[in-house]
């Protein structure tokens, strides 16, 4: 079998694309190229359907991991992953062990080093699925949510993430977020996106979402995340609205617990279901579903994923969704606390799921489809259901005639300078002002030129170049400022900050990212003694805006919400007057003495 990352990358035409799949070309009569996946109606996707065996349909409902940059020449260490999981060496013979339905890719399994890389596993990927008897192509997919959460980094263009978007508000800015992000996705074969996140964080302390979120307001939420929805898969890429039913207002990590939602189905009707309806009614291709414990939806103590009672009376009857139902991760804690592997992946079919992802092992949740199905407990009619749907979304997608991406859409589409040039100027319409005494910003190289730009360096969530200090000081350098970076970090021990506040004392002026203070947290210190040392301090608060509860002495603090690079040089622009702030809180901010007591409201934000 030929990949694409070792050899030619010429594309197929439609009719080689279809000569391939044996169950393909047995469903239609090919005509000429022009034959277009509208002719995939209903029976013809149910005769794909009709001439599968057993095996195949279970497979196909599978989407799974696997390891390497390449469908048939991976690296040594990730043979050894797969041979590890699979029992198998490449993905290619993954995909024909399994017959899978859909390929997930992940930083950590080695599938996203550059864009054209990507492309060519793809493709690979692609070729493998296609050559086997009755072969079809594969749902390829990610998360991609932009922000914090993202698998395929620079050079791919990166945008702010979903609270950076809602402290921007506006429409335009989320559809072209989806629109072009979407494009880039799909040049590099990547046709299922899980986002845009759906969930209104209502919990400051959720651990797991935050961030991650347009909001708390529903009302905002739903416009936005519908507004994303309508930009990618204007594109030609499956959006995932997700965590059904809302996820919200926790305060676990369901990767690494089981959540307890305690809203009441009135709360739930007003807070997390807005978001959904929104979504479906903009034409949803996929909804995610939540590894949570929502009593006042289905109190048998089971997670949503699992749940009957929410994913097929809440989400298919009475919210009316037909679409792809995919679960969150099946390694996630918060689905395996109740069943084993061997029962959730049954159970979530019962309950009306159609897709499922990732389950730690494949052959003990592939195996338990089968022996359900053997036995009796799942008819091969409910798996008919759920492949129906599937290949519908993949015909929708163009996948059942276009499966392969060019090499040369690859360059034409992915980190433009078009596409950069938007994804700069949508984060300046969403760095928020939240303090600004005396007018102490805009700085000005004149009167402020040595900046010293410091605090928490985390880990780049995105593949930016990073580190968030590096990456305003240079920024700031562009702008005219003579600025110098020290990483302090997110716990600086005191000699850490005597050093800090030394190095302040040549600066005239300090720049300080913070990255979700607390109480006890030793940035505070750091702040406060920076502060004491009467130099003008600007802090960032680079991800949860609720830090400038904790550090009221500060005079200028603005709003990252993430600290991926556009948003951090969208911050340096904001903080030298080159634009005007015009974000404004998308979440209140509790006061951390009375959090009864809210310190900014939603809505809140200064400019100049």
Excluded at 174 to 202: C, F, H, K, T, W
């Amino acid at each position: 079998m030929h990949d694409t990352s070792t050899g030619s990358t010429a594309k197929p035409s439609r009719r080689s694309v279809l000569a391939a799949g044996a169950g393909i070309t047995a469903a239609l009569t090919v005509g000429t190229d022009a034959v277009a996946d509208e002719a995939f109606g209903p029976a013809r996707l149910r005769a794909l359907i009709a001439r599968m065996t057993l095996e195949e349909k279970v497979g196909q409902l599978f989407v799974s991991r696997v390891h390497g940059h390449s469908a048939t020449a991976p690296d040594q260490a990730d043979i050894d992953a797969n041979v590890r999981d699979f029992g198998v060496g490449t993905a290619a013979e993954v995909i024909a062990k399994y017959r899978l339905g859909g390929v997930i890719y992940f930083v950590w399994a080695h599938n996203t080093r550059d864009p054209r890389q990507i492309a060519d596993l793809s493709n690979g990927l692609q070729r493998a699925s296609l050559g086997l008897p009755r072969g079809l192509p594969l749902l390829i997919s990610t998360d991609q949510e932009h922000g914090i959460v993202c698998r395929i980094g620079s050079p791919a263009t990166l945008f702010p993430g979903a609270m950076a978007i809602g402290a921007g508000g506006s429409r335009t800015d989320a559809r072209a977020l989806g629109r072009i992000a979407g494009r880039e996705l799909r040049a590099m074969g990547v046709r299922q996106d899980y986002s845009p996140v759906a969930d209104v964080n209502v919990n400051p302390a959720n651990p797991v979402i935050g961030v991650r979120s347009f909001g708390a307001d529903p009302a905002a939420v739903s416009r936005l995340a519908a507004a994303e929805v309508a930009g990618y898969q204007h594109s030609g890429v499956a959006a995932t609205a997700k965590h059904f039913p809302g996820h919200g207002d926790t305060e676990v990590d369901s990767h690494y617990g089981f959540p307890t939602i305690t809203h009441t189905r009135e709360q739930w009707e007003a807070l997390d279901a807005p978001p959904f309806r929104a979504a479906i009614e903009a034409g949803i291709d996929s909804i995610m579903t939540a590894h949570i414990l929502v009593p006042a939806l289905d109190d048998s103590g089971d997670p949503a994923t699992l749940s009957r009672p929410i994913l097929t009376g809440i989400l298919r009857e009475q919210l009316g969704y037909d679409g792809v139902v995919v679960t969150d991760a099946l390694d996630m804690a918060g689905v395996r606390q109740k069943y084993g592997d061997d029962r959730v992946p049954v159970l979530a079919l019962k309950a009306g799921v159609d897709q499922l992802l990732n389950p730690p092992r494949l052959d003990v949740a592939w195996n338990a489809v089968l022996k359900a199905v053997q036995d009796g407990e799942l008819t091969e009619e409910r798996l008919d259901e759920s492949i129906l749907r599937v290949l519908r979304l993949k015909a929708r997608l163009g996948l059942l005639t276009e499966p392969y991406v060019s090499p040369s859409g690859v360059g034409r589409a992915v980190g433009t300078e078009a596409h950069l040039a938007s994804a700069d100027r949508i984060a300046e319409r969403t760095t928020t002002l939240l303090v600004n005494e005396g007018g102490l910003l805009p700085l000005s190289p004149g009167s402020h030129g040595r900046v010293l730009v410091l605090g928490a360096d985390p880990a780049s969530p995105s593949g930016t170049t990073g580190p968030p200090t590096g990456v305003l000081a240079a920024a700031l350098s562009e702008l005219g400022f003579r600025a110098t970076a020290l990483s302090t970090g997110t716990a600086p021990s005191a000699a850490v900050i005597d050093s800090a506040v030394a190095a302040a004392a040549e600066a005239d002026a300090v720049v300080v990212g913070t990255y979700n203070v607390t109480a006890t947290s030793t940035q505070k210190t750091l702040v406060e003694r920076l502060l004491a040392t009467g130099r003008p301090v600007v802090a960032v608060a680079v991800r949860n805006p609720y830090d400038v509860a904790r550090l009221p002495g500060v005079r200028a603090y603005l709003a990252t919400y993430s600290w991926t690079d556009v948003e951090l040089r969208a911050a340096a622009r904001v903080i030298a007057g080159a634009v005007a702030p015009r974000g404004t809180l998308p979440v209140p901010v509790q006061r951390a003495d009375d959090p009864t007591r809210v310190l900014y409201p939603i809505g809140h934000g200064l400019t100049y």
